[in-house]
């Protein structure tokens, strides 16, 4: 259902004085052609207070209520014409309608069963059964449609809802073959293409509805998503102008959607005071609300808010997913990442998602928490021309590539990362370490070190030094990595290390693969141990030195 629409008008000052002269009130049907709704109903309004109202101004009240997205007040309208008239099927049905964008989706049932069977119960039921996850009777309904124009569009919608969108699409294009009068399913047409990612079209198919109505909160709304997912945050925040000058407090959903939306295309600005409250209202609130957090690095308050949702889109799916494993790394819960591998895993392998750029995003976090990182790469590699400057994508890309040994293509990729809180991420900085190890960089590895601020995380980038230089053959980093070990520590296992080290690299000098005035630092390095064994090396070093002219 499209929301309706308000055009405020201003009159100039030669209609002011037609206006003294005729003394003539606006007519009502002028307002329900224009779909100023809130106009309609001042006259309505007066209608009923000068004495004038009768059932049909009832009627017509409840109407324009419901139309501004009023759905509250124009229910508490047919309840009142439900007392006087309590046997009218079409008051029942309109309550249930009122009752289900209110969600009150069990009082709407009640209120739709109170009416003998016709296409419209039929349709709120359908919805209630979609509403209610109940199959069964969905099932049963559907076989009840027919092949009229609003049993047909009501089946759409529920394609739409399920993320069936071609099947929707299809039904839509149906209908606009012979009925291109209906300007409006264009809107939907576009709401679909831009579930399936397809903005550019989506932008074509909506600019055919606005070119008559530029003032459509929904239809601006989506061109304003559809920039943002085109360009960025501004540019869609641009498109929205025009709405927050037309929108008045009659249009109260119009309103919480542009907020919502305002939050988004600002990057969570404002996050917290606009979000929470229309956690029910807005069914994204919930999800960006979560997103902001995870942000925020607030992984618990995300887990809490979207723990008792039950997952029925994509989305849904795929945020539980992010939350789970987010949480499971913190916590080191095992419980927590196998649900969200399988998570994943559910998007990334159904019919549905698993050619999607976010499917083969899913069925690469799913192999990744399970460490199989062939496979990572194998679906990271098909949508990387999506992702060169997200550093979220890159991050992950490159450890994937230097997890299977391809180190020299890992490093270029972490250095394509431009954000310093991915940056500052010691799962960055030790990744970033050992793939300078691995590319006989170990000066660079070493001063990443010398960047940090003493902390257990540094120590333990000391010690991924130390070994991966050892193991590399790169001894003379490795021999001051367990230098600054051992003095930090006195475990002998540090100081083996670091004898190993200084021997190798007296080898290494030996051979002639190193510079002799190394060994002045090495020698240096060794007599910072008080061990037994340290004089017996530097003796055998010096006499070395010596016979080749070298000064130590």
């Known amino acids: 259902m499209l929301l309706s629409r308000i055009k405020p008008a201003k009159a100039s000052a030669s209609q002011d004085k037609d206006a003294k002269k005729e003394k003539k009130l606006p007519k009502f049907e002028e307002f329900i052609k224009t779909r100023d709704y809130t106009g309609a109903m001042t006259i309505l309004e007066f209608n009923r207070h000068s004495g004038e109202g009768s059932e049909l101004n009832d009627r017509w009240l409840s109407y324009c209520a419901f139309h501004l997205g009023d759905y509250k007040r124009a229910l508490e309208e047919y309840e009142r014409m439900l007392k006087k008239n309590p046997t009218d099927a079409s008051l029942w049905l309109s309550s249930a309608c009122c009752l289900f964008f209110l969600g009150m989706y069990t009082e709407a049932k009640d209120a739709a069963e109170k009416a003998p069977e016709c296409p419209l119960q039929t349709i709120i039921l359908f919805h209630l059964s979609h509403k209610f996850s109940d199959e069964k009777l969905l099932m049963s309904y559907h076989s009840q449609l027919q092949d009229h124009i609003e049993d047909q569009l009501s089946l759409a919608s529920i394609h739409y809802l399920r993320s069936h969108y071609q099947e929707a699409i299809d039904i839509y294009k149906r209908i606009l073959l012979d009925n291109r009068e209906y300007l409006a399913l264009n809107v939907y047409v576009a709401m679909c293409y831009y579930k399936l990612d397809y903005y550019d079209v989506s932008q074509e198919v909506l600019a055919v509805y606005l070119q008559q109505h530029t003032d459509s909160v929904i239809a601006v709304n989506l061109k304003a998503c559809n920039h943002f997912k085109l360009y960025n945050g ?28 305002l939050v988004v295309f600002r990057g969570g600005e404002g996050a917290l005071q606009v979000l929470p409250p229309l956690i029910d209202v807005i069914p994204e609130a919930r999800l960006n609300l979560v997103i902001y957090y995870l942000k925020q690095d607030d992984v618990q308050e995300a887990y809490n808010l979207i723990k008792d949702l039950e997952p029925t889109t994509p989305q849904e799916y795929i945020l539980k997913g992010v939350v789970n494993a987010a949480l499971g790394q913190d916590q080191g819960s095992r419980e927590h990442l196998k649900i969200a591998q399988q998570y994943f895993q559910l998007v990334g392998g159904s019919a549905s998602e698993s050619d999607t750029i976010p499917g083969r995003q899913c069925m690469a976090s799913c192999f990744f928490l399970l460490k199989q990182f062939e496979d990572v790469l194998i679906y990271l590699n098909s949508v990387k021309s999506y992702f060169y400057n997200d550093d979220m994508f890159n991050f992950n890309y490159a450890q994937a590539k230097a997890a299977v040994g391809n180190y020299k293509e890992a490093e270029e990729v972490f250095l394509l990362i431009q954000s310093e809180k991915v940056k500052s991420d010691y799962i960055y900085v030790s990744w970033l370490a050992r793939t300078y190890i691995m590319n006989r960089k170990s000066r660079h590895a070493w001063e990443l070190y010398l960047k940090m601020e003493t902390s257990s995380e540094s120590f333990s980038l000391l010690q991924l030094i130390a070994n991966d230089c050892y193991k590399m053959g790169q001894f003379f980093y490795a021999a001051k990595a367990f230098d600054v070990l051992e003095r930090l520590d006195p475990n002998p296992e540090y100081w ?6 200084c021997v190798g690299l007296f080898q290494l000098i030996i051979a002639g693969h190193e510079p002799k005035e190394t060994l002045r630092d090495i020698i240096q390095i060794l007599r910072n141990t008080a061990n037994p064994q340290v004089e017996f090396i530097i003796r055998i070093m010096k006499k070395w030195a010596k016979e080749n002219k070298v000064i130590v």
């Not at 501004?234 to 939306?261: M, P, V």
């Open 496 to 501: 083996e290390g670091k004898r190993g080290a």
């Open 234 to 261: 501004k540019a869609a925040e641009a498109e929205l102008k025009s709405l927050q000058d037309i929108s008045s407090s009659s249009f109260t959903f119009g309103c919480d959607l542009i907020r919502h939306n």
